[in-house]
């Protein structure tokens, strides 16, 4: 089955976005792909304003018309947006939170998956204005005869390998990670381990959509904040890596043998001895 990891830095304008990324997904579409990964906040850019006043549920127009979208083509799209969720007090001001949703729509679909592992990091604290999710997501995309079981994990999820071990024991011979990874000294570098190691520790296929750089190579290796990096990547279960990005926008694409998912899981059976999630 073909997936592809679309590249692509989004902005502030929710409906220029969904235009955008519909654009992105008919081409994806037009490769040949059937599941269609895109980054963290593909419908409102990171430090491009409130994230709350522009949040809706799954059936708003943005989450809608991938849905639309998604249907028309025969394909299953996941793509990051974010919900509504709660309002907190922190020093006496009121914050309305949102949820970090993961959209997973097409092939009869339309869910989401709440990142549970909140980036609350090098001096950025996600959790003042995003609720963390409890709950671990896997859903189904079917091509002809093939049927693949996916597992989802958003950014900085990456960095639990508990997580990527459960969904494996729930079945996923693949993981989706939409992300929004920050760029700066060794932050590539960090991704490309931390990519390669969660493979090996579930014996999935790990397929990393990321917002390419914004700045593209002019700014490559500069500090910034969780608004991109690139390096959207296929890593195979015996983490070696099959495709990979760099900078700029691009449609990662790639046919997953799942017989190589079954090797991997038959020489290294490290899912099976794990203590569970």
């Known amino acids: 089955m073909k997936v592809a990891a679309v590249q692509m830095t989004t902005g502030a304008d929710?409906?220029?976005?969904?235009?955008?990324?519909?654009?992105?997904?008919?081409?994806?579409?037009?490769?040949?792909?059937?599941?269609?990964?895109?980054?963290?906040?593909?419908?409102?850019?990171?430090s491009a304003g409130r994230?709350?006043?522009?949040?809706?549920?799954?059936?708003?127009?943005?989450?809608a018309?991938?849905?639309?979208?998604?249907?028309?083509l025969g394909v299953v799209v996941v793509a990051g947006t974010f919900r509504?969720?709660?309002?907190?007090?922190?020093?006496?001001?009121?914050?309305?939170r949102v949820y970090n949703t993961a959209l997973i729509t097409g092939g009869g679909q339309?869910?989401?998956?709440?990142?549970?592992?909140?980036?609350?990091a090098f001096d950025y604290r996600e959790s003042d204005t995003v609720r963390p999710g409890t709950d671990l997501v896997t859903f189904s995309v079917r091509d002809?005869?093939?049927?693949?079981?996916?597992?989802?994990?958003?950014c900085y999820d990456i960095r639990f390998p508990e997580q990527f071990k459960e969904l494996a024991r729930r079945g996923?011979?693949?993981?989706?990670?939409?992300?929004?990874?920050a760029d700066g000294p060794g932050k590539v570098e960090q991704w490309r381990i931390l990519t390669a190691a969660r493979a090996l520790d579930s014996g999935c296929y790990i397929v990393a959509a990321g917002q390419a750089r914004p700045g593209g190579n002019a700014k490559a290796g500069e500090p910034s904040g969780p608004t991109g990096a690139g390096h959207s990547c296929v890593?195979?279960?015996?983490?070696?890596?099959?495709?990979?990005?760099?900078?700029?926008?691009?449609?990662?694409?790639?046919?997953?043998?799942?017989?190589?998912?079954?090797?991997?899981?038959?020489?290294?059976?490290?899912?099976a001895g794990s203590v569970e999630f």
């Open 14 to 46: 929710v409906s220029e976005n969904l235009a955008a990324a519909s654009a992105q997904i008919r081409a994806a579409a037009a490769g040949g792909a059937r599941l269609i990964v895109l980054p963290e906040a593909t419908s409102q850019a990171f």
């Open 51 to 63: 994230l709350d006043t522009q949040a809706r549920e799954l059936d708003g127009p943005f989450a």
């Open 65 to 72: 018309g991938i849905q639309a979208l998604a249907q028309q």
């Open 84 to 96: 509504p969720a709660d309002v907190v007090d922190k020093n006496g001001k009121k914050i309305n």
């Open 110 to 120: 339309h869910l989401g998956y709440d990142k549970i592992h909140t980036y609350d």
């Open 144 to 154: 002809g005869d093939e049927e693949l079981t996916v597992g989802v994990a958003t």
């Open 172 to 181: 996923a011979q693949v993981i989706v990670v939409p992300t929004s990874w």
């Open 235 to 271: 890593v195979a279960p015996n983490g070696r890596r099959e495709a990979e990005a760099g900078y700029e926008p691009e449609i990662l694409y790639w046919d997953l043998g799942l017989e190589i998912v079954e090797k991997t899981r038959r020489s290294l059976p490290v899912v």
